[in-house]
Antibody, heavy 118, light 106 residues
Framework: QVQLVESGGGVVQPGRSLRLSCAGS????????FHWVRQAPDKGLEWLAL????????DYADSVRGRFTISRDNSKSTLFLQMNSLRPDDTATYYC???????????WGQGALVTVSS | AVQLTQSPSSLSASVGDRVTITCRAS??????LVWYQQRPGRAPDLLIF???KLASGVPSRFSGSGSGTDFSLIISGLQPEDFATYYC????????FGQGTKVEIK
């Protein structure tokens, strides 16, 4: 069955960096685009970034552009989100999600909690 | 950017009630809208895609309607497992979500 498993969350001080990973299994990882979506505590969902199946195309929400970088390693079936210059308002659960034909999300990871606090 | 406004932000209802949640887009998104259900501590689950099509495995008491800028999710005969938060999401212009509607037990 399709699985997306995030790792790398934790507590980090403002201004520091953190890298999230999302390991995929049960499907052809290298044929799928991926997105990162986050959810602040008791808040709604926010689209953050996308990457094409081969990594050649990426795009970002204005809230993270220039601070976050999405990447992938298809040989390891793994998606990444490098988060730099973290701020307290980046505190959230971060989900990797697979879009169905650039539309809705048919599979989500379990989420990785990132807390930015001194 | 397309903004989605859901209403109400929360509601209290009883088992068996008919519940309607609305989602209004800031511009025409055709039928490029989906609805998700999210339970605490879990990722969202797809309920409705293309505004009105029932996702696989979703009970028929869930239905969706609308196109353009105005959309609705209807739950006909609320069940105990339906108490959760519901989100709309558009994919016509990038991807944005409504702020959510929490359905609580009356």
């Amino acid at each position: 069955q399709v699985q997306l498993v995030e790792s790398g969350g934790g507590v980090v001080q403002p201004g520091r960096s953190l890298r999230l990973s999302c390991a995929g299994s049960g499907f052809t990882f290298g044929s799928s685009a991926f997105h990162w979506v986050r959810q602040a505590p008791d808040k709604g969902l926010e689209w953050l970034a996308l990457i094409s199946y081969d990594g050649s195309h990426t795009d970002y929400a204005d809230s993270v552009r220039g601070r976050f970088t999405i990447s992938r390693d298809n040989s390891k079936s793994t998606l990444f989100l490098q988060m730099n210059s973290l701020r307290p308002d980046d505190t959230a659960t971060y989900y990797c999600a697979r879009p169905y034909l650039s539309s809705w999300y048919d599979y989500w990871g379990q989420g990785a909690l990132v807390t930015v606090s001194s | 950017a397309v903004q989605l406004t859901q209403s109400p932000s929360s509601l209290s209802a009883s088992v068996g009630d008919r519940v309607t949640i609305t989602c209004r887009a800031s511009q025409d998104i055709n039928s490029a809208l989906v609805w998700y259900q999210q339970r605490p501590g879990r990722a969202p689950d797809l309920l409705i895609f293309d505004a009105s099509k029932l996702a696989s495995g979703v009970p028929s008491r869930f239905s969706g309607s609308g196109s353009g800028t105005d959309f609705s999710l209807i739950i006909s005969g609320l069940q105990p497992e339906d108490f959760a938060t519901y989100y709309c999401q558009q994919y016509r212009h990038y991807w944005t979500f409504g702020q959510g509607t929490k359905v609580e037990i009356k």
